[in-house]
C-alpha cells in the first residue's frame, strides 16, 4: 500500500536539510511513502526536482516576504488538502500547523507533527540575559515572548490534537511526556546519514592550507548556545604537543556577530595557524574535508532544547571511518557506547583536549574506532533502515493504530 502525505515544512525549497532531502526525498519513496512538499522557495523561481511527489511553494525575497509566503502557504493547506492524501504533516512550523490542523479537520483528513527541535524551549533559553552583550535587552525581550506564545500554541493546542507526533530522540519523547502527551502518540525518528560504500573512491578535498597539517575537523554551525568555544579553546593545549594540529571548522555561525566573536577568540589565543573556517559549503564539497581528518568533534551544550537533539555530525563521522571526540549529550553518547566509535569526554577545553591528544598520539587506535564506528553505524542509523522502519509507522497509522 503506498501512503501520500502533504507535508509543510519550516525550511525552504530545496533544502539541505538531509532528514527532509534524503529521508523523504529520496528513501522513503523506495518503500513506498511520498509527499508532496509544500514550502517557501528563496531565488530566482527555478524548481528543483522532489522525486518524491509534487512540489508547492511560494516565492520569497527578503524578510517580510518569507514570512508573508509562509503564511499563505500554510492557508494553501485548506485548497490541497482536498486531494487524496493519508494525512497532513507539518515540520517544525507552530503557527503553520495550527492552520494545518485545522485544514486536516475540515477535509476530514489525520493531523502528524514532525518534531525535529523545541523551538519554544530554544527561544525561552534566548530570552534570558546575554552576559556577552551580543543579544540586546529589547531582542531578549522578544525572545521570550516568541517562546511563550510558541510554547502555548504547541504544547497546549497543536500537540494534544495532532494524531500522531514524530520526535527527533527518546529524549525528546521524554520532553513532551512532561507536558503531558501520551508516549503511545509519539514516534523517535533520529538522525541518520547515507554510507558511503567505497571512501577509497571519494577525493580528499584539494585545499593547500590542509598541506602537511594533522586535521581535526568540525562540521556544521558554529554556535555559542551549543557551546561551540570549547573545541577552539581546547587547540591552545593541542598546538603545544602538536605543532601541525589543524582544527577545521567546515561552516559558519548563523549570525553575523557571533562569526566576529569566534574570529576573536581565535586571535586572542593566537591560533591563527591553528583554527580554519572554510564557511559555508556545498554538502559534497563539505564532506570531502572529512577525507582529510584523523579526528571529528561534536560538542554540544547540554541544555533543555538541545538535551534532545540527534546531532548528524556524529553519524557522519563514524559512516565515513572517522573516529569521535563528542560529550555526553544523550544520543552522542549512545551512539559512541554502542559502536565503540570514539571518546565520550567532559565539555570543557580540559575534557576535549585531552581527548584529541589521546587519539593524536596513538594514530593505531584512532583508526579502530573509525573503523569499528564505520562497522557498526549502518545498522543503527542508515537512511535506509530508518526509512523502512518510518514507512511501516505511517502504513500502521493509516490502518487505524496507534492515533
Not at 514532525?114 to 533559553?125: K, V
Not at 572529512?290 to 559512516?319: D, F
Request: charged fraction near 25%.
Amino acid at each position: 500500500m503506498n501512503i501520500r502525505l502533504l507535508y509543510l515544512t519550516r525550511e525552504p525549497f530545496p533544502t539541505f536539510r538531509v532528514d527532509v532531502a534524503t529521508l523523504f526525498g529520496h528513501y522513503l519513496p523506495r518503500f513506498g511513502v511520498y509527499s508532496d512538499i509544500v514550502a517557501v522557495h528563496e531565488g530566482d523561481g527555478n524548481e528543483c526536482a522532489w522525486e518524491a511527489g509534487r512540489v508547492f511553494t511560494r516565492t520569497a525575497r527578503g524578510r517580510w516576504g518569507r514570512i508573508g509566503a509562509r503564511l499563505m502557504l500554510a492557508l494553501d493547506l485548506f485548497r490541497l488538502a482536498r486531494a487524496d492524501y493519508a494525512a497532513v504533516q507539518v515540520r517544525d512550523r507552530i503557527f503553520g500547523a495550527l492552520i494545518g490542523l485545522c485544514a486536516a479537520r475540515l477535509r476530514g483528513k489525520p493531523f502528524y507533527y514532525w518534531m525535529s527541535f523545541p523551538f519554544p524551549d530554544y527561544w525561552l533559553e534566548r530570552g534570558s540575559p546575554d552576559p556577552s552583550g551580543l543579544v540586546g535587552t529589547g531582542r531578549c525581550l522578544l525572545f521570550r515572548l516568541r517562546g511563550r506564545l510558541s510554547s502555548w500554541l504547541l504544547y497546549r493546542c497543536v500537540l494534544p490534537a495532532a494524531d500522531h507526533i514524530f520526535v527527533q530522540s527518546e529524549a525528546m519523547r521524554t520532553l513532551l511526556e512532561s507536558y503531558g502527551l501520551p508516549a503511545v502518540r509519539m514516534t523517535p525518528v533520529p538522525m541518520g546519514a547515507t554510507i558511503p560504500e567505497r571512501l577509497e573512491d571519494i577525493p580528499p578535498a584539494d585545499d593547500p592550507r590542509l598541506a602537511g597539517r594533522r586535521v581535526i575537523v568540525y562540521l556544521g554551525a558554529l554556535e555559542r548556545a551549543r557551546r561551540s568555544e570549547v573545541m577552539i579553546e581546547a587547540m591552545a593545549a593541542v598546538r603545544e604537543e602538536f605543532p601541525t594540529a589543524l582544527l577545521v571548522c567546515v561552516g559558519d555561525a548563523e549570525d553575523p556577530r557571533e562569526r566576529l566573536w569566534f574570529d576573536g577568540l581565535v586571535s586572542e589565543l593566537g591560533l591563527q595557524d591553528h583554527v580554519l573556517f572554510t564557511g559555508w559549503l556545498p554538502a559534497e564539497e563539505a564532506r570531502r574535508y572529512l577525507r582529510n581528518a584523523e579526528i571529528g568533534l561534536s560538542p554540544c551544550a547540554r541544555t533543555p532544547s538541545l538535551e534532545v537533539a540527534s546531532p548528524t555530525k556524529v553519524i557522519e563521522y563514524m559512516a565515513w571511518g572517522i573516529p569521535v571526540v563528542a560529550n555526553d549529550l544523550p544520543d552522542q553518547a549512545y551512539l559512541i557506547g554502542e559502536t565503540g566509535g570514539g571518546l565520550c569526554v567532559p565539555l570543557t577545553p580540559d575534557g576535549f583536549a585531552a581527548g584529541m591528544l589521546r587519539l593524536l598520539r596513538d594514530p593505531a587506535a584512532a583508526r579502530r574506532m573509525g573503523e569499528a564506528g564505520r562497522r557498526a553505524i549502518p545498522g543503527l542509523r542508515s537512511y535506509e533502515v530508518i526509512a523502512r522502519n518510518l514507512a511501516e509507522k505511517y502504513r500502521q497509522l493509516a490502518g487505524g493504530e496507534a492515533r
